[in-house]
């Protein structure tokens, strides 16, 4: 009870003589310390969103355009051509003030709404410059002398030094593509995947489409493009993530890895600390809007609104819709080990914990002794399970007393941290076997030992390995990877550890324990837990998973053969899909549209028919020349595609958008129906790397990622993400399902890596053969 009784500020009792007031210094100390530090956060946010208010001007410049009328006046000169002396007329001050003052007064304030309009006209002239996107197709090397003034003009409208929100009232609105050019790029997209009476028929529904609803449903969208933000990016969230019913674990949450080849040290508790660390400081700097704003080209930026709900936030389920709600600036992350959760603070007058802190605090709780109380160990199935029980779960059991209080405790933590009693990574004497298991473990674990409804929970494993767990619809994965990219190093390189491998500084050793949450789970409850958990544990044992690097050659072959990498891994995919079904399938690969504001992803549709066109030539037979060339072809049409769903010209989110305006009308499309309804066999996506200047891939390419994965889309067909890492490596990580007779993880990436070879030896002839090892992995799994 010392804990509690520490928490208490103030105690009183009513004797004989009166009321007895005892105060607890250290307790009014903690409330003070954290009030401090409370207001200084709002300082900074006020001073923050100043900033960014004016952004591309500065606040200073304020200063400077004041000073600058002011002494033109002072030279007889009236550069408001008599605004000044209109004012001053209409100027409600003192008959006090005199003429001199009131002049000064009427130039101050001209000198302010002069400063507004240039602000107003930077951004306005910077909105439409950020609207050009003729220089994404140029070819590279090759830049326009129109794209050549544009950048110089982007440099010179973005001002100096912004913060990572600065440019978002900058950003132009996605635009909503003509009806015309969306139905004719879906009928392009189809025709390699139809039979002539099928495409007839599909043409025929498109154009009924385009000539009568269409146009209809096309005037409300536009409406709504011109009052919101982005007319896609809050029904894609919406509709797309927090309405789904299913479980999200597996069908939603995706993972993130740590370093293949190296474990910075095998103590747990020491690991968590640099790891949770990390994460305070990259919240730091998340608050403060440290974080450099993504640009592309070093001129052109991207949406970072995906950013505000990165901590402090959770998943709420509904029983129609879920909600994500956001809390600001919680002091503790809760901890869940062997069956109990832990709430654990994170800061101690007013300054976060040092790393050996957080170590001292873990290791408290991993040699806790008690056991759970009934029904608390699985409790975390609740949100591995349908969404609609827990819901009603959560509203009959979790509404009241202390199960209210626990359950708010892990629902405002700033993240949540799983102690797992599990060894994870690459090791043993079947590294690759190591390896699927410890990506099933972190795409869903037991079931219940992750808290899935949260932004991200963090999982340390007892031989000190880590990953992490995103939830999907507060943010894409860019936007998670980014800070797990931080985390990754500066745990290795900026913190590191001690030579027996514990975090550095010193303990305080007046630190209170970390406090145990309480449950009180009646027995109906405890049941629907279990039904939650059956339900889960029958979806992740379906989960057939595979990840492998590939070492043979990377991205830099790959450019010396003059070919886009992410084309030439598209096309990989599609040939391997080819040789492992007999046959092509509609591909989803994600892009992002963040050059908009709000802006989040697009579908590119990967199987072209110039894609097609290349596959049955090479799997036909035909010349090398021939092959090289439609390989070519089909990689150019690739990147096409894709920058047409960077800059908003893509298919779906137009066509899903549609949709939803029919249902609000009540309307009904059979093109629209049939289009939504089209399963992607083959789900894809690239995982960039962001902060390169963070890792020594020279002197430490070691250091490295293996990247992320996510569960499989359709249940007769393959999840696919890959990341390119330095010049000589491309990790996979493929996902499917046991329960389906025709996929197999393990059989498809053997394809995978054949017809990465195979396409090598088209481009390049005259490469190396691959090694050994990889032949007789690609045979093993073939």
């Given at each position: 009870?010392?804990?509690?009784?520490?928490?208490?500020?103030?105690?009183?009792?009513?004797?004989?003589?009166?009321?007895?007031?005892?105060?607890?210094?250290?307790?009014?100390?903690?409330?003070?310390?954290?009030?401090?530090?409370?207001?200084?956060?709002?300082?900074?946010?006020?001073?923050?969103?100043?900033?960014?208010?004016?952004?591309?001007?500065?606040?200073?410049?304020?200063?400077?355009?004041?000073?600058?009328?002011?002494?033109?006046?002072?030279?007889?000169?009236?550069?408001?051509?008599?605004?000044?002396?209109?004012?001053?007329?209409?100027?409600?001050?003192?008959?006090?003030?005199?003429?001199?003052?009131?002049?000064?007064?009427?130039?101050?304030?001209?000198?302010?709404?002069?400063?507004?309009?240039?602000?107003?006209?930077?951004?306005?002239?910077?909105?439409?410059?950020?609207?050009?996107?003729?220089?994404?197709?140029?070819?590279?090397?090759?830049?326009?002398?129109?794209?050549?003034?544009?950048?110089?003009?982007?440099?010179?409208?973005?001002?100096?030094?912004?913060?990572?929100?600065?440019?978002?009232?900058?950003?132009?609105?996605?635009?909503?593509?003509?009806?015309?050019?969306?139905?004719?790029?879906?009928?392009?997209?189809?025709?390699?995947?139809?039979?002539?009476?099928?495409?007839?028929?599909?043409?025929?529904?498109?154009?009924?489409?385009?000539?009568?609803?269409?146009?209809?449903?096309?005037?409300?969208?536009?409406?709504?493009?011109?009052?919101?933000?982005?007319?896609?990016?809050?029904?894609?969230?919406?509709?797309?993530?927090?309405?789904?019913?299913?479980?999200?674990?597996?069908?939603?949450?995706?993972?993130?890895m740590d370093f293949l080849y190296v474990t910075p040290t095998p103590i747990q508790a020491a690991r968590a600390g640099n790891t949770?660390?990390?994460?305070?400081?990259?919240?730091?700097?998340?608050?403060?809007?440290?974080?450099?704003?993504?640009?592309?080209?070093?001129?052109?930026?991207?949406?970072?609104?995906?950013?505000?709900?990165?901590?402090?936030?959770?998943?709420?389920?509904?029983?129609?819709?879920?909600?994500?709600?956001?809390?600001?600036?919680?002091?503790?992350?809760?901890?869940?080990?062997?069956?109990?959760?832990?709430?654990?603070?994170?800061?101690?007058?007013?300054?976060?914990?040092?790393?050996?802190?957080?170590?001292?605090?873990?290791?408290?709780?991993?040699?806790?002794?008690?056991?759970?109380?009934?029904?608390?160990?699985?409790?975390?199935?609740?949100?591995?399970?349908?969404?609609?029980?827990?819901?009603?779960?959560?509203?009959?059991?979790?509404?009241?007393?202390?199960?209210?209080?626990?359950?708010?405790?892990?629902?405002?933590?700033?993240?949540?941290?799983?102690?797992?009693?599990?060894?994870?990574?690459?090791?043993?004497?079947?590294?690759?076997?190591?390896?699927?298991?410890?990506?099933?473990?972190?795409?869903?674990?037991?079931?219940?030992?992750?808290?899935?409804?949260?932004?991200?929970?963090?999982?340390?494993?007892?031989?000190?390995?880590?990953?992490?767990?995103?939830?999907?619809?507060?943010?894409?994965?860019?936007?998670?990877?980014?800070?797990w990219e931080y985390v990754l190093a500066t745990d290795s390189f900026q913190l590191g550890y001690n030579e027996e491998g514990h975090c550095k500084g010193e303990v305080d050793a007046s630190l209170p324990?970390?406090?145990?949450?309480?449950?009180?789970?009646?027995?109906?409850?405890?049941?629907?837990?279990?039904?939650?958990?059956?339900?889960?544990?029958?979806?992740?044992?379906?989960?057939?998973?595979?990840?492998?690097?590939?070492?043979?050659?990377?991205?830099?072959?790959?450019?010396?053969?003059?070919?886009?990498?992410?084309?030439?891994?598209?096309?990989?995919?599609?040939?391997?899909?080819?040789?492992?079904?007999?046959?092509?399938?509609?591909?989803?690969?994600?892009?992002?549209?963040?050059?908009?504001?709000?802006?989040?992803?697009?579908?590119?549709?990967?199987?072209?028919?110039?894609?097609?066109?290349?596959?049955?030539?090479?799997?036909?037979?035909?010349?090398?020349?021939?092959?090289?060339?439609?390989?070519?072809?089909?990689?150019?049409?690739?990147?096409?595609?894709?920058?047409?769903?960077?800059?908003?010209?893509?298919?779906?989110?137009?066509?899903?958008?549609?949709?939803?305006?029919?249902?609000?009308?009540?309307?009904?499309?059979?093109?629209?129906?049939?289009?939504?309804?089209?399963?992607?066999?083959?789900?894809?996506?690239?995982?960039?790397?962001?902060?390169?200047?963070?890792?020594?891939?020279?002197?430490?390419?070691?250091?490295?990622?293996?990247?992320?994965?996510?569960?499989?889309?359709?249940?007769?067909?393959?999840?696919?993400?890959?990341?390119?890492?330095?010049?000589?490596?491309?990790?996979?990580?493929?996902?499917?399902?046991?329960?389906?007779?025709?996929?197999?993880?393990?059989?498809?990436?053997?394809?995978?890596?054949?017809?990465?070879?195979?396409?090598?030896?088209?481009?390049?002839?005259?490469?190396?053969?691959?090694?050994?090892?990889?032949?007789?992995?690609?045979?093993?799994?073939?």
């Amino acid at each position: 009870m010392a804990e509690a009784h520490q928490a208490v500020a103030f105690q009183f009792t009513v004797t004989p003589e009166g009321i007895d007031l005892q105060l607890s210094h250290q307790a009014l100390t903690e409330i003070y310390l954290s009030g401090l530090r409370s207001w200084k956060k709002k300082l900074i946010r006020l001073k923050n969103g100043v900033i960014t208010g004016v952004y591309p001007a500065s606040p200073s410049s304020w200063l400077f355009v004041v000073i600058a009328i002011l002494a033109t006046m002072y030279m007889r000169s009236d550069p408001s051509m008599g605004l000044i002396a209109k004012i001053q007329e209409h100027l409600p001050v003192s008959q006090s003030l005199s003429a001199q003052c009131q002049t000064v007064v009427s130039a101050v304030l001209f000198s302010t709404l002069l400063w507004f309009s240039l602000i107003f006209t930077m951004r306005m002239c910077l909105k439409q410059l950020l609207s050009y996107h003729r220089w994404m197709f140029e070819q590279r090397g090759k830049m326009s002398n129109t794209t050549k003034v544009w950048v110089a003009l982007v440099r010179i409208f973005s001002g100096r030094q912004p913060l990572l929100y600065s440019y978002q009232g900058s950003l132009p609105n996605q635009p909503v593509p003509a009806v015309k050019d969306t139905v004719k790029r879906y009928l392009e997209s189809v025709r390699p995947l139809t039979t002539p009476d099928e495409f007839e028929r599909m043409t025929s529904l498109a154009t009924q489409f385009e000539s009568s609803l269409g146009n209809r449903l096309q005037w409300y969208l536009k409406l709504k493009a011109l009052w919101a933000s982005n007319y896609v990016s809050d029904w894609w969230e919406e509709y797309i993530y927090l309405r789904g019913r299913s479980p999200i674990m597996v069908n939603s949450n995706y993972y993130g890895m740590d370093f293949l080849y190296v474990t910075p040290t095998p103590i747990q508790a020491a690991r968590a600390g640099n790891t949770l660390h990390a994460f305070l400081m990259y919240r730091r700097k998340l608050n403060r809007e440290e974080l450099k704003p993504w640009l592309l080209m070093s001129s052109v930026p991207c949406c970072s609104y995906q950013f505000e709900r990165m901590f402090d936030s959770c998943r709420i389920p509904g029983t129609i819709t879920d909600t994500v709600q956001h809390w600001q600036d919680s002091d503790y992350v809760a901890v869940y080990h062997r069956g109990r959760y832990f709430r654990l603070r994170m800061y101690s007058s007013s300054r976060p914990l040092s790393p050996r802190e957080i170590e001292s605090q873990l290791q408290r709780i991993l040699e806790d002794p008690s056991p759970p109380s009934p029904g608390e160990e699985k409790l975390g199935a609740l949100t591995a399970g349908d969404r609609i029980p827990w819901a009603k779960a959560r509203k009959e059991y979790f509404s009241l007393g202390v199960n209210k209080r626990s359950l708010d405790c892990i629902e405002k933590a700033a993240f949540f941290v799983t102690l797992d009693d599990d060894e994870q990574g690459m090791m043993g004497e079947d590294p690759a076997a190591s390896l699927d298991r410890y990506a099933k473990s972190l795409l869903h674990g037991k079931c219940y030992d992750r808290w899935f409804d949260k932004s991200f929970s963090v999982v340390i494993y007892k031989n000190g390995k880590i990953g992490l767990n995103a939830e999907h619809s507060w943010a894409d994965a860019p936007v998670v990877a980014h800070l797990w990219e931080y985390v990754l190093a500066t745990d290795s390189f900026q913190l590191g550890y001690n030579e027996e491998g514990h975090c550095k500084g010193e303990v305080d050793a007046s630190l209170p324990r970390p406090q145990r949450l309480s449950w009180d789970i009646t027995p109906e409850c405890q049941e629907q837990i279990s039904q939650s958990l059956a339900v889960a544990q029958a979806l992740a044992d379906d989960v057939d998973f595979h990840v492998f690097s590939f070492r043979d050659f990377g991205k830099g072959m790959i450019k010396k053969c003059r070919i886009s990498p992410d084309a030439y891994i598209q096309l990989a995919l599609q040939l391997a899909y080819y040789r492992d079904r007999g046959m092509f399938c509609l591909t989803y690969e994600a892009s992002m549209t963040r050059l908009f504001r709000e802006g989040r992803t697009e579908t590119v549709r990967s199987c072209s028919n110039e894609s097609c066109a290349f596959i049955k030539a090479l799997e036909g037979g035909e010349g090398v020349e021939v092959c090289r060339r439609l390989l070519r072809h089909a990689s150019e049409k690739h990147q096409n595609l894709y920058k047409h769903a960077m800059t908003g010209a893509g298919i779906d989110r137009h066509l899903f958008c549609l949709y939803v305006v029919s249902k609000h009308l009540g309307v009904d499309s059979p093109f629209l129906k049939e289009v939504l309804s089209e399963p992607w066999h083959l789900s894809t996506s690239q995982t960039p790397v962001q902060q390169v200047e963070l890792f020594d891939m020279v002197n430490h390419p070691e250091y490295i990622s293996c990247g992320g994965g996510f569960g499989p889309v359709a249940d007769d067909g393959y999840g696919v993400s890959y990341i390119i890492m330095g010049e000589n490596m491309m990790n996979f990580h493929i996902s499917c399902k046991h329960s389906c007779p025709q996929t197999s993880s393990h059989k498809y990436g053997g394809q995978i890596r054949q017809a990465l070879l195979d396409m090598l030896q088209l481009l390049c002839p005259d490469q190396r053969e691959p090694s050994r090892s990889d032949q007789s992995q690609t045979k093993k799994d073939l």
